[in-house]
């Protein structure tokens, strides 16, 4: 199936662009041909490439500088020839370049999948702007540009079809997790000597306000048992050398640095416990990799969140910004460490992220286009009806 994928940038800014890379790669590798539209690509000699200008949104200089993102301009020449022999068009990204990819799609009768990976909140970070008036504007734009322009649009989660149901969108919401990938196992590591006798607490994600991991060490400073507490916070960002700073406030130096993937998969299968405080996910990857490898997740129950699904129970759930609530957490676990590290605990962890395995999602995700293909035909009576779907129809 010729595929086309219409992403601002491709590389591994952000959720939505690692995730769109792995399903990218797991598509071609299953034979698809899949062309990239993007203003930047992190391999501009890909064969697929079909470049576009791009630009900086006005206020979020720093953080798209941080992230290595570009915004893209519409170029119609560029999508008509991307799209000469698509099958369908896939629109990753919310954001003006949205508009006319679907405007030449509908022109030459090419299906269009919109994808939902960020909320109104991810603007609002970037842009250092908060409000129930701003949020509304962030919804219509998406909207304008993206979600009432589209039929049918993947979600990663029941929770974030119900945030595009519950904005009005007419379309067709189906839920499929983006998935983990298949390095995310158990492996053979030893634990780093470093870690001594310690709890270690690990992080992993690009250092922002809105993935509070200024709120670890504020919990951390709080637990009974700060001196031999490791606390991870593997990444970097705009709030690096603020988390630095802060981090001098705890006993124990917290490790605070990016890491290589190698040392990625190490941590998650030496460290004690995963702890998750972003208040804005619509899946979250981090968590993913995490239960892959058999970790246990301690998830923060933020409104904007669909990460608490992977929380084994209440006792892996804390309240949203709440310092002295993840201390409590921190410390129960602590104290019942031979459980946390137990065989068992793993083998629960291990059940649960069966469901969620790269494979399987790039399996539903085929059928999903094959059935928005179908529904295209005219000549065709299948029909993908608005709203959210709760199983497979093909």
Request: charged share 30%.
């Amino acid at each position: 199936m010729n595929i086309v994928v219409a992403i601002d940038t491709y590389n591994d800014a952000n959720g939505c662009t690692i995730a769109t890379k792995r399903l990218v790669k797991e598509l071609r590798e299953r034979g698809h041909k899949v062309r990239i539209i993007s203003a930047l690509h992190e391999d501009p000699s890909d064969p697929d490439f079909f470049k576009i200008r791009g630009f900086v949104m006005p206020g979020a200089e720093e953080s798209q500088k941080n992230m290595e993102f570009l915004m893209g301009r519409n170029d119609y020449k560029v999508f008509e020839k991307a799209m000469e022999d698509a099958d369908v068009v896939l629109v990753q990204f919310p954001f003006p370049m949205a508009r006319g990819v679907i405007k030449t799609a509908n022109r030459l009768e090419k299906p269009v999948i919109g994808s939902l990976h960020m909320q109104p909140q991810n603007m609002m970070a970037a842009i250092g702007k908060s409000g129930k008036l701003i949020e509304k504007f962030i919804w219509f734009a998406f909207k304008f540009f993206l979600f009432n322009r589209v039929k049918v649009v993947h979600c990663p989660s029941f929770f974030a079809a119900e945030l595009l149901s519950a904005q009005g969108v007419n379309a067709h919401l189906r839920p499929i997790s983006n998935g983990i990938p298949a390095e995310y196992v158990p492996g053979e590591y030893e634990r780093p000597q470093w870690f001594g006798d310690k709890m270690v607490l690990l992080n992993i994600g690009r250092h922002a306000d809105e993935k509070r991991q200024s709120l670890l060490i504020d919990a951390v400073k709080r637990s009974k048992y700060k001196e031999n507490i490791q606390l991870m916070l593997a990444g970097k960002g705009e709030m690096t050398e603020e988390l630095k700073t802060k981090g001098e406030e705890l006993p124990v130096e917290p490790f605070i640095e990016y890491i290589s993937f190698e040392d990625k998969l190490k941590y998650l299968n030496t460290a004690d416990l995963y702890v998750h405080s972003s208040i804005v996910d619509l899946e979250s990857l981090s968590c993913l990799e995490a239960i892959g490898c058999g970790l246990p997740c301690l998830i923060t129950d933020s409104k904007y969140s669909a990460a608490s699904q992977f929380a084994l129970d209440d006792r892996f759930i804390f309240k949203v910004d709440d310092a002295e609530n993840l201390a409590l957490k921190i410390d129960y676990w602590y104290e019942n460490r031979e459980e946390l590290k137990s065989a068992a605990m793993k083998e629960k962890v291990l059940e649960e992220a069966e469901a969620y395995r790269l494979e399987k999602a790039v399996s539903e995700y085929e059928i999903f286009i094959k059935e928005v293909v179908a529904s295209n035909n005219l000549d065709d009576e299948f029909v993908l009806e608005p709203g959210i779907a709760k199983v497979s129809i093909i």
